[in-house]
């Protein structure tokens, strides 16, 4: 299959572990003496299955052949990244804390918002300040973003109810998820999880430039809207 852009980020060793990356291997994304460094991650995948499950795909996508998706633990665009992320989205109940370099898919954006106008508390990190559109919209529904003050914001990772956890190279945009060779990986494993939570809630707490804070009272008001809503007869 044609892809307009081959924008995944993978190793694959031996077929029996992988790393899945938000980096390029590029000297940005090590130059830790820059005015604004990088932020990005790395996950290494030590189970022999899902690495084969990726080689399998690399195979198919060198010799220029449809792959066959396996493991529903691995997301892949153009094929299964918009309907995966859309169904991870959906089901937080509680938290969702995101870095994301970039937001403009529309049915992302609406998704990011009906879970805010539902009760969960979302908070986006980002360094791009040109969505402003996108960013009134997400924080009309009760949507925290802050800009990072120290690094650039390189990473896309979802965390989600601090339960799950996606990472890899996807951008939450129309062309990475529907056009590109994307693919990102479920993460289950608490002690990752624990991790990344912990790395975010260190560069939340030191970015200085918030776009918004959480109305509360916004959400609350809706919350008990709905509540006398559904309790007419």
Not at 26 to 48: C, E, M, W, Y
Not at 159 to 188: C, F, K, P
């Amino acid at each position: 299959d044609n892809m307009r852009l081959t924008h995944q980020k993978t190793l694959i060793l031996d077929d029996k572990k992988a790393i899945v990356m938000t980096f390029n291997f590029t000297h940005s994304s090590f130059d830790v003496k820059a005015s604004h460094p990088q932020r990005n991650f790395g996950l290494i995948i030590d189970d022999p299955k899902m690495a084969q499950d990726i080689a399998e795909v690399f195979n198919a996508d060198f010799q220029h052949q449809r792959p066959s998706m396996k493991n529903d633990d691995l997301i892949y665009s153009p094929y299964n990244s918009r309907e995966k992320w859309l169904q991870y989205i959906n089901q937080a109940k509680h938290s969702i804390k995101m870095y994301a370099q970039s937001i403009s898919d529309k049915e992302i954006v609406n998704a990011l918002s009906d879970a805010g106008n539902r009760g969960v508390k979302i908070e986006i990190l980002t360094t791009d300040k040109s969505k402003q559109a996108v960013y009134q919209e997400l924080t009309q529904s009760g949507v925290d973003l802050e800009i990072s003050k120290h690094y650039y914001i390189h990473a896309k990772v979802i965390i989600i109810d601090n339960q799950i956890a996606i990472l890899g190279s996807i951008n939450l945009t129309r062309a990475s998820l529907d056009d590109n060779r994307e693919l990102a990986v479920v993460i289950r494993d608490a002690s990752i999880i624990q991790k990344l939570n912990d790395t975010f809630q260190h560069d939340w707490q030191s970015s200085e430039h918030k776009i918004t804070r959480r109305s509360h009272q916004k959400t609350f008001t809706r919350q008990l809207k709905q509540f006398m809503k559904s309790m007419q007869f």
